[in-house]
C-alpha cells in the first residue's frame, strides 16, 4: 500500500505544479488552441480528472466522483467542444485536488476490489488498482508535458 500512496503523491505533486503554473493564465489562454495541437489546456486538465475517474472507479464498478456530463466532456476520445468559463476552470482546478484526494482515501479503504482487467490503447495491460494507479503517473506526466507545450504557445 505504501508504494501506491507514494505513487498517488507524485501525482498530487504533478498536479500541484502545474496548478502553480497556470495559475495567472486568462480564461482565453487556458481556451485557446496552439498551432498544431488539437486541444487546449483547459481541456488536459478536464481530460486527467476523467481518465483517472475512468481508471480508477469506473474499471472496478464504482460510481465516479464527477457527474456523467464532465465524464463524457473530457473522456479519451473527446475534444474541446465550447469555451470554458471561469468558473468552470475554477471548479476543474478544484476537482483535479479533489479526486486525489479522495482516491487516496478510497485506496486505503481497499474499495477497488471488482477491478476489470483491460488493455489501454497503449498495450498496457491493467489488471488491478495498482497497475491502474502506475499507468495513471505515466498519464498525467504525458499530459503535463502537453499542458506546458501549450502554455509556452499561447503566452
Known amino acids: 500500500m ?8 507524485a501525482i498530487r505533486e504533478t498536479r500541484s505544479f502545474l496548478l502553480e503554473q497556470l495559475k495567472d493564465l486568462t480564461a482565453e489562454q487556458f481556451n485557446r488552441t496552439a498551432e498544431g495541437f488539437n486541444n487546449n489546456i ?3 486538465l478536464g481530460h486527467m480528472i476523467a481518465v483517472q475517474q475512468g481508471i480508477c472507479y ?10 456523467d456530463d464532465l465524464w463524457h466532456r473530457y473522456k479519451s476520445g473527446s475534444a474541446p467542444w ?13 476537482l483535479l485536488v479533489i479526486t486525489l484526494d479522495q482516491l487516496e482515501t478510497d485506496y486505503k479503504k481497499q474499495i477497488f476490489g471488482n477491478y476489470t482487467t483491460w488493455v489501454t490503447r497503449n498495450g498496457v495491460e491493467l ?3 495498482d497497475d ?9 506526466g504525458l499530459h503535463s508535458g502537453v499542458i506546458m507545450a501549450i502554455m509556452r504557445s499561447v503566452m
Open 82 to 94: 465550447s469555451f470554458i468559463s471561469e468558473d468552470e476552470i475554477a471548479s476543474i482546478k478544484q
Open 2 to 9: 505504501a508504494t501506491m500512496t507514494s505513487q498517488i503523491r
Open 42 to 44: 483547459i481541456w488536459n
Open 132 to 140: 491502474g494507479i502506475k499507468f495513471l503517473a505515466f498519464h498525467e
Open 127 to 129: 489488471a488491478n488498482i
Open 58 to 67: 469506473k474499471r472496478a464498478g464504482l460510481p465516479t466522483l464527477i457527474n
